[in-house]
């Protein structure tokens, strides 16, 4: 039902608009435990990312991030509201 659901441009827009976004030290947090781990900070995926609110965010802190969600109307609005992100991609995936 939600993969339909979000099937409809109209409904991503008001899902982008409506939905609540985090707070910057989330970010910082993801961040620094991944170079605490020593990870690095090359590439950030965030699966499931919807409309990409959780993505935009992570781009101050990686070199590249990676939003990948399966449904093309909610990438359609990401890819819309965080194209000024030059280091952000947005992709779908089945």
């Known amino acids: 039902m939600s993969d339909r659901f979000y099937n409809d441009a ?3 827009v ?3 608009d409506c939905r609540p976004g985090y ?3 989330l970010f910082e947090t993801i961040a620094n ?3 605490e781990a020593g990870l690095g900070l090359e590439l950030a995926v965030d699966l499931g990312c919807g409309t990409g609110q ?3 965010p992570l781009s101050p802190h990686f070199a590249r ?11 359609s609005t990401a890819r819309q ?11 779908v995936r089945k």
Request: charged letters at 15%; proline letters at 3%.
């Open 10 to 12: 109209q409904i991503s």
């Open 14 to 16: 008001w899902y982008a």
């Open 23 to 25: 707070p910057d030290a």
């Open 33 to 35: 435990t991944c170079r």
């Open 54 to 56: 959780s993505t935009a």
């Open 65 to 75: 991030v990676l939003g990948v969600d399966r449904n093309q109307s909610q990438i």
């Open 81 to 91: 509201l965080y194209a000024q992100h030059n280091n952000v991609q947005f992709r």
